[in-house]
């Protein structure tokens, strides 16, 4: 799948992500939305909210897509990933893939991984 051919809302969640505007990040997200990071889930756009406060825009992550595919009902974008966090152990560069389903026009499951 071509990076520049991925849907408006995954282009939206980059932009508001790299921005930075939380506000819009959320709002990339339906209401019972699901986020699966480092191995705990969020559910929600309030507990969204939290997470995406203190682990993205709280280290100041930015996010560069890398490349995309689709694999069944799910778009695979990965992206190499900077910021102000703990990159002891850490690949350079640190490239986590993100799973996105989408439901009505909205992010309804994110599920991050490492590449």
């Known amino acids: 799948m071509d990076i520049n051919q991925l849907p408006q809302i995954i282009n939206d969640f980059l932009n508001a992500s790299n921005k930075p505007d939380p506000n819009a990040f959320v709002d990339c997200f339906s209401d019972d939305a699901i986020v699966v990071d480092e191995g705990q889930e969020r559910i ?9 406060d203190e682990n993205h825009f709280g280290a100041n992550v930015t996010l560069e897509p890398r490349n995309a595919r689709r694999d069944d009902d799910e778009i695979i974008v990965a992206c190499k990933v900077d910021g102000d966090f703990d990159k002891t152990g850490l690949p350079d560069p640190l490239v986590l893939s993100y799973y996105f389903r989408m439901q009505d026009g909205k992010i309804a499951r994110l599920y991050i991984e490492l590449s």
């Open 44 to 52: 929600g756009k309030a507990a969204i909210k939290k997470w995406s």
